[in-house]
């Protein structure tokens, strides 16, 4: 079974580290690796470019564009092995090379984790998106040009260059990530018709009350406009206490998106190497196998398979579309 992960960090951590880690060793020590991807049968994975906090305003889209460079560095190297999906056409030719029983080649998407990078430039974004990004999730946990983050306590919207933004990526044929959006910013995306929508790292707040996670109306209206929601590792996001976060706990998130009415709208977004601590039994992608075998002791293949990949492949194929 074909795998889809919607958010990891990797690029961060090579931006960060970059004699430490190795995108193609055996061994590494990075939860997302070429031969982990390969030995957990990967189809796709979402990279994405998060500029920390910490970086100036002033140097954001350059932090964001040393984290492409690597990205074409060190993860596009062999192109036999990583190749980047940027339109429909791609995303076919890969699904036709993996059905020929090739399970060497793994499709990469790239995304931004918050606006940030675009220093209120809109030209910014162009850039981006001819760079090869195809997501972007609008902020992080704070507010930027664009709009208000989750942690902000004023719950700010989408300010008027935000909804410039918005229509230019719909123009662009790019999806919105609403991850890590203030709840006022995430129905002000909402509003916005023929925008492709996606929460690619976030859990159920009915069951585990982090403000990160989605409440049951978002849910709803994510479903309502085919949107995804990836169910996300992070263990605080999992469960409360978070040490004692398990797979089993994750599994309830993903039945309480089917009971919303999600069964077709359900992915996986890890957000492997952006997290230290890890849900016992999920901690590099090399264990996706046993989190599958798991999902089949409670639900039949063809639903499995639908949360593996075969609803994000339908996703992303509208989207590119």
């Known amino acids: 079974m074909w795998i889809i992960d919607g958010h990891c960090d990797v690029l961060l951590k090579l931006w960060n580290s970059p004699d430490q880690h190795d995108f193609y060793e055996e061994d590494s020590a990075l939860d997302v690796s070429y031969y982990g991807l390969c030995s957990t049968n990967s189809f796709m994975q979402n990279f994405a470019v998060f500029v920390p906090p910490r970086i100036p305003v002033g140097q954001r889209f350059l932090a964001a564009a040393q984290q492409i460079d690597i990205f074409y560095q060190k993860v596009l190297q062999d192109q036999s092995k990583m190749t980047l999906i940027t ?5 076919d030719d890969l699904r036709v090379t993996r059905e020929k029983d ?8 790239l995304s931004l984790e918050g ?4 220093q209120g430039e809109i030209a910014y974004l162009r850039l981006f998106h001819r760079l090869g990004v195809r997501s972007m999730g609008l902020t992080w946990n704070y507010a930027n040009e664009v709009g208000d983050g989750i942690q902000e306590i004023r719950n700010g919207g989408i300010t008027r260059f935000g909804h410039q ?3 230019e990526m719909k123009k ?25 929508v ?36 992070v263990p605080y996001f999992v469960y409360q206490p978070a040490n004692e976060s398990n797979i089993s706990h994750v599994i309830r998130h993903i039945e309480h998106i089917c009971e919303l009415g999600g069964a077709d709208n359900i992915m996986f977004g890890s957000d492997f190497d952006g997290i230290e601590e890890k849900v016992t039994g999920l901690e590099t992608t090399k264990q996706y196998s046993q989190f599958i075998h798991m999902l089949l002791q409670y ?4 639903l499995v398979e639908k949360w593996a990949w075969k609803s994000s492949y339908v996703f992303y194929s509208k989207a590119f579309s």
């Not at 339109?87 to 995303?91: F, I, T």
């Not at 639900?299 to 063809?302: A, H, I, K, N, T």
């Open 115 to 118: 606006a940030d990078a675009l």
């Open 198 to 233: 996606m929460a690619s790292h976030s859990n159920t707040r009915a069951l585990c009350p982090h403000v990160r996670n989605l409440e049951d109306d978002q849910i709803r209206t994510l479903i309502q406009k085919d949107g995804m929601i990836g169910v996300t590792f």
């Open 172 to 196: 662009l044929k790019m999806i919105c990530d609403v991850s890590h959006l203030s709840i006022r910013s995430f129905w002000d995306v909402m509003e916005h018709t023929d925008l492709v």
């Open 165 to 167: 933004v918005l229509g």
């Open 102 to 109: 090739d399970h060497t080649r793994i499709g990469a998407i």
């Open 299 to 302: 639900y039949p293949s063809d």
């Open 87 to 91: 339109n429909r056409e791609e995303l």
